[in-house]
């Protein structure tokens, strides 16, 4: 299972966009990269998932360099309400159970 | 539609006592899994089911946790001889065969004083 490295904590304010940036170096071919967030005293929900390049939804954006050893999620104009705990998990999508959550970043949002 | 529901929502018991956790995935998920998640932490894989039998129990942590799910839906989780550090929120997530997601129960804080 690949292991992902991200930042323990993020600060920003309402209106700025914020990139959490996930490294995984030991990502195997056959790997996707999923985002989830989760709110206090609510479980995890999913936000994105991409293979390369970019991907977006409604939600949010996935940048995904072309040696995948790294991802970038990134949330336009933030408001308040995404202060929440990010979590970057890879992981073979066609195997059930190939992923792992890690300690996720803690992003607080400031007025 | 329905979420994934976990019942009861809070669980106080006492050193050494037997608890039941119940999780009701949603209709038509055949992939359920349990996750243990103490503060500060992210959630702690424990267990996948896949239908009925467990095609991964090796994130339970001794073996007084088991769980079960005889009939391909709703799961029990049940930890014997409960001891103050498995004190912790119980997560439950369910997913669709061939989905990218799992969607995740509001969990159980189960507290053993």
Redo the contacts between chains.
């Keep these: 299972l690949a292991k992902t490295t991200q930042p323990i904590s993020m600060d920003s304010y309402e209106g700025q966009e914020v990139n959490i940036t996930c490294s995984h170096n030991n990502i195997a071919t056959n790997d996707?990269i999923?985002w989830y967030q989760q709110f206090p005293?609510?479980?995890?929900?999913?936000i994105i998932?991409g293979y390369k390049t970019k991907v977006t939804n409604e939600v949010a954006s996935l940048f995904i360099p072309a040696d995948r050893k790294s991802s970038t999620l990134s949330l336009p104009r933030v408001s308040l309400s995404d202060t929440a705990?990010y979590?970057c998990l890879v992981g073979d999508?066609n195997n059930?159970?190939d992923m792992?959550?890690?300690?996720?970043t803690r992003l607080t949002v400031k007025p | 539609g329905a979420g994934v529901s976990q019942t009861p929502s809070n669980k106080v018991t006492e050193k050494g006592k037997y608890v039941e956790l119940r999780c009701d995935p949603i209709s038509g998920h055949t992939a359920l899994y349990w996750y243990r998640q103490s503060l500060g932490q992210g959630p702690e894989f424990l267990i996948y089911f896949q239908g009925t039998g467990a095609a991964d129990d090796s994130g339970l942590p001794n073996d007084r946790f088991f769980a079960v799910r005889p009939e391909g839906s709703v799961s029990t989780l049940k930890i014997q001889r409960t001891e103050r550090g498995d004190s912790a929120v119980y997560l439950c997530a369910s997913r669709l065969a061939g989905g990218n997601e799992q969607f995740f129960g509001p969990g159980t804080r189960l507290t053993v004083l």
Excluded: E, I, K, L
């Design positions: 996707y999923t005293s609510q479980g995890p929900r999913f998932q705990v979590y999508r059930n159970n792992r959550f890690g300690a996720g």
